[in-house]
């Protein structure tokens, strides 16, 4: 049996201005999964329908309830990155068990993963389409029908896949929109408020048409965040009736909120408001709910550890965090899950630098993406949260 590794935490609360309350926050045990991992997608899903959730990384799977490794696929190394950038499960080819589709930016390509359905034999790869380098991607259930769809972060263009008929040939809707507004990050939300799932990109978004999978979709330029993780997200965060912005900077130093306001003409004014300035390489944002009071309301962010290797802030600490806006003061409160210490010694030049060997053992990030589920089925809603410096996942304990 292999040996886990098991940390207690309990969510350390930061307040920017305002008060939070200590005993509503929940606490959470680390597991080291693989601190020796240095893939940055993973996701939990039932593997081998036992009915316990296992978690998939890369090569790999790990089985519930010891964590055991089995082979998945041959993933490709290239410096200190791998080809496989995202891990969003789906049954992909109809057979009752999970599959999962996969990005790569360096090779340019979506693809989807096929679970053989034994512990033993490698997991067949099939390529969807090479749209461009992909820096991770996310599920969007754009036209409602409860099957979600796949947009990739394609940094060159802004497209998203449909899978209209699941199969041993399965077959994907490529919905293609065009290179305007591309560029590093993408999201989704309802910007214009008409009830409809739109697309954010850095520079803009794109207004849904009523069948998002056949209508033209129309541009708006209206902002400039400069590179971004993904997701950007929009709500009416300060409840005045129309909808703000969140994001963070993929490769700066950065969270922020932009507050919409109207100008003298009455046109849309985005203004840029920082909640958080200690956290770096910001790639994942993601609305859960962990505190268990059936609202989704709370941001889960973290460090991507070395997303560029040297950029603003690459061997400070890295965290994983949550925050929650509160309304009434137009401020944020921050919570953080997981804080280890930057990287003393690291080397000056980003091609010497090893996460592995650079940051404490131990060092928990988000790299691009966390999959939060409920994997010990207790009601509440754990995190894995993979990276370049390991593997780990957060129980959570719940509140006091």
């Not at 040939?169 to 408020?193: C, I, M, Q, Y």
């Not at 920082?274 to 941001?299: A, M």
């Not at 691009?368 to 993979?386: Q, T, W």
Request: aromatic letters at 10%; proline letters at 6%; a negative charge.
């Amino acid at each position: 049996m292999r040996r886990i590794r098991l940390f207690t935490q309990t969510a350390a609360v930061l307040s920017f201005g305002l008060a939070a309350a200590l005993g509503s926050e929940p606490s959470f045990t680390k597991i080291e999964i693989n601190p020796k991992s240095i893939y940055e997608g993973a996701s939990a899903f039932d593997v081998d329908l036992d009915g316990d959730m296992d978690i998939v990384s890369g090569s790999t799977w790990y089985e519930a309830p010891t964590w055991a490794p089995h082979p998945v696929r041959d993933v490709e190394k290239i410096g200190t990155y791998t080809t496989c950038f995202s891990t969003l499960p789906m049954d992909v080819d109809g057979d009752g068990d999970t599959d999962f589709l996969s990005v790569s930016y360096f090779g340019k390509s979506v693809g989807w993963v096929e679970n053989p359905g034994d512990k033993t034999s490698k997991w067949p790869y099939h390529l969807i389409d090479e749209p461009g380098p992909s820096e991770c991607a996310v599920f969007v259930d754009f036209n409602n029908d409860g099957r979600p769809e796949l947009l990739p972060n394609t940094v060159n263009t802004v497209v998203f896949y449909a899978l209209e008929k699941p199969g041993k040939e399965p077959k994907f809707k490529k919905v293609s929109l065009g290179d305007t507004g591309a560029g590093h990050g993408v999201g989704s939300g309802d910007v214009n408020r008409d009830g409809r799932v739109d697309i954010l990109t850095p520079t803009g978004w794109f207004e849904s048409p009523a069948k998002p999978l056949e209508e033209t979709w129309t541009f708006h330029p209206a902002w400039d965040l400069g590179p971004t993780g993904i997701q950007i997200y929009c709500d009416d965060f300060d409840g005045d009736g129309d909808t703000d912005l969140v994001y963070g900077k993929g490769h700066d130093i950065g969270l922020y909120w932009a507050e919409q306001t109207k100008d003298a003409d009455g046109k849309p004014v985005w203004n840029k408001h920082l909640i958080d300035d200690t956290i770096s390489s910001v790639h994942v944002l993601q609305w859960v709910d962990l505190d268990g009071d059936g609202k989704k309301n709370e941001l889960l962010s973290g460090k991507r550890v070395y997303a560029h290797e040297v950029e603003p802030g690459d061997v400070g600490p890295s965290i994983i965090a949550y925050y929650r806006y509160q309304g009434d003061k137009k401020g944020w409160t921050r919570h953080v899950i997981s804080a280890s210490e930057g990287a003393k010694n690291a080397p000056t030049e980003g091609g010497k630098r090893d996460a592995q060997k650079d940051f404490p053992a131990g060092t928990a990030g988000t790299g691009l993406e966390i999959s939060a589920v409920d994997i010990d089925k207790d009601g509440d809603i754990d995190l894995v949260c993979p990276g370049k410096s390991g593997l780990y996942l957060f129980l959570n304990n719940g509140t006091k």
